[in-house]
């Protein structure tokens, strides 16, 4: 007995041998990959085609292959894709340091519009996906689909590919069309996965206008209260660094609280059943705004690098893993029967997501375009064309909803599914590649960048960088707010403002208006409370104090 006992212990822990060396080379390999990927993007840096996510993308797709051929077609994964390695450790880093590296004023600016577009467009672009693949998949045979999955091909390819438009988009050459583009994106991912939850919980055998306002109702509190979370938490941790200054003892526990209060937002952001989307980039912005510089000088090197390596290893990590697994064997030998069907439904989906795009982007560009007076805001046909291209990629996001609606653990037994699953994979492959690559070269030909900058934003220098460093307040509004910010070159006459009155002001420039407003409210109550620029605290032995007495030494 004894010798059964010890031979089948034996036996099991030979194989959980086995399984942990397998795991420990499939890391291996993986984390080699990364390093492969990084040194190529580097080389393929200045190419005016290539990116990280492209690239990564492409190695995955060949190293896919190759294990395919190496395990005789059973394979062809290091990793299986899984949404909950997607959602809990890849995103939530890549979004705070978008949100932590953002240009605020840019963002806040055209809030509104990305709103609009985020939220509006999104449900426009879902109604026409679903529409469109009920009238028309029912016609081909691919397997029984029932209204909730129509209804969830909606929310899946309705989601854009935020992560990718980082990559493709230059904050610094493009800030309109980035903040415009990846904000949409934020809210769009927000929006799509509250509608994707909303089909689930749902009882669509019933549909009426009650369905309609519980959801608008849940969406709003959603974002609502997400927001709230988010910017509740910069400032929580904006107030204890500021109250505690832990850069007096340790500039580690500075940044170490920094790093786990980012991710404690997202996380309780799911554990509410919030969107942890929103609410981790909000509270990117709002530690950028005060708990970045409450911190001492080597924490805010330290953190600003810390964010953005994170954020450019979880990015490459993810297109990594979404190339290797877009061959895997066992979805694709449900459709290699009919690969006709399989291609034609791609074709479908990615007609749907053109066709959805542009219903919601020329249209809200017009009326967003009607209210606004200054022609240097007004979003151009050119401009109007690369916010439309630049979100027709679909990413992990597209790839992870699909994967929980039409897989049971990463596993499908049915046609219908499994050909839902391929053509994800299709879409998010040629959406990434094709739209990816074009991007950057459309840029240049409808918005080539000027080769002298001037001093006023105008419609030819819209892509500047210089152009959107300029004051929010334009002409004779309230030049003060921002002349911080030295970006004026005629700095050496006085000039006499002409304050206009409240209303005016609201009535002429709304958005102008709420942001001297609200930097009055901000440098009166919320700096004093929560610290930021201009209001480091100043404590014996800090650092603070050690370059004060230097400047009084040297004087």
């Known amino acids: 007995m004894w010798s059964q006992l010890s031979s089948l212990l034996s036996g099991k822990m030979d194989a959980l041998t086995t399984s942990d060396h397998a795991s420990v080379v499939s890391m291996n390999l993986f984390v080699a990959l990364l390093c492969g990927c990084i040194v190529i993007g580097h080389l393929l840096e200045e190419n005016r085609w290539m990116n990280e996510s492209i690239t990564a993308l492409l190695i995955g797709l060949a190293t896919g292959v190759v294990i395919l051929l190496i395990s005789g077609g059973k394979s062809s994964h290091l990793l299986v894709f899984s949404e909950d390695l997607f959602f809990i450790y890849l995103l939530p880093p890549i979004i705070f340091n978008a949100g932590f590296q953002v240009k605020k004023k840019q963002f806040f600016r055209n809030f509104i519009t990305i709103v609009l577009f985020g939220a509006v ?20 045979d691919i397997g029984t689909l029932e209204l909730a999955d129509y209804l969830a091909i909606g929310a899946i390819f309705a989601a854009t590919d935020s992560v990718c438009t980082l990559q493709v988009l230059n904050q610094d050459e493009t800030p309109l069309l980035y903040s415009l583009v990846f904000g949409e994106g934020v809210v769009n ?59 007096r003892h340790s500039t580690d526990r500075e940044v170490a609280l920094m790093m786990l209060m980012a991710y404690l937002s997202y996380m309780l952001a799911e554990l509410f059943y919030l969107s942890g989307i929103l609410t981790v980039f909000f509270c ?16 805010r090197v330290t953190t600003k690098h810390a964010f953005a390596t994170l954020s450019f290893v979880a990015e490459v990590f993810l297109f990594l893993y979404v190339g290797m697994d877009a061959l895997d064997i066992e979805k694709w030998r449900f459709v290699s029967d009919s690969p006709g069907i399989s291609v034609a439904v791609s074709s479908i989906l990615l007609g749907l997501v053109m066709v959805g795009r542009a219903a919601f982007v020329f249209p809200l ?3 967003m ?23 027709l990629m679909r990413g992990a996001v597209s790839m992870a909803l699909a994967y929980n609606q039409f897989t049971r653990s990463g596993h499908t037994q049915l046609r219908g599914n499994a050909i839902m699953i391929t053509s994800t994979i299709s879409v998010v492959l040629f959406s990434t590649m ?17 080769k002298h900058f ?19 307040l334009e002409g004779n509004q309230d030049y003060e707010v921002d002349v911080g910010n030295g970006n004026h070159e005629d700095t ?42 201009g209001f480091v605290p100043f404590v014996p032995g800090s650092p603070t104090e050690q370059s004060t007495n230097n400047l009084v030494d040297r004087t």
């Open 454 to 472: 001037t001093s006023c934003s105008t419609v030819s220098d819209v892509g500047s960088p210089k152009s959107y460093s300029l004051p929010l």
């Open 189 to 247: 991912d927000a929006t799509s996965v509250v509608l994707f939850n909303a089909i689930q919980s749902f009882d669509l055998t019933r549909i009426d206008h009650r369905i309609a306002l519980q959801f608008m109702g849940n969406f709003l509190y959603l974002f609502i209260a997400s927001t709230i979370l988010g910017a509740f938490t910069g400032l929580l941790s904006a107030y204890i660094i500021k109250k505690l200054y832990f850069g």
């Open 492 to 533: 050496t006459e006085p000039r006499t403002i002409v304050r206009p009155s409240s209303l005016r002001m609201l009535l002429n420039a709304p958005t102008h208006t709420v942001h001297h407003y609200w930097r009055k409210f901000d440098d009166s109550f919320m700096r004093p409370v929560f610290g930021g620029r």
């Open 365 to 367: 560009s017009w009326l």
């Open 434 to 450: 094709v739209f990816g690559l074009l991007t950057k070269p459309l840029i240049m030909f409808l918005l080539p960048q000027p």
């Open 284 to 299: 990117g912005i709002v530690m950028s705004h005060y708990t970045w510089h409450n911190v001492t000088e080597s924490s």
């Open 121 to 140: 467009g999104t449900l426009v672009s879902f109604t026409i996906i679903s529409l469109g693949a009920l009238s028309i998949f029912k016609k081909l």
């Open 369 to 391: 375009n009607f209210a606004k007076k200054s022609q240097s805001e007004k979003v151009t046909f050119n401009q109007q064309i690369v916010i439309w291209w630049a979100g």
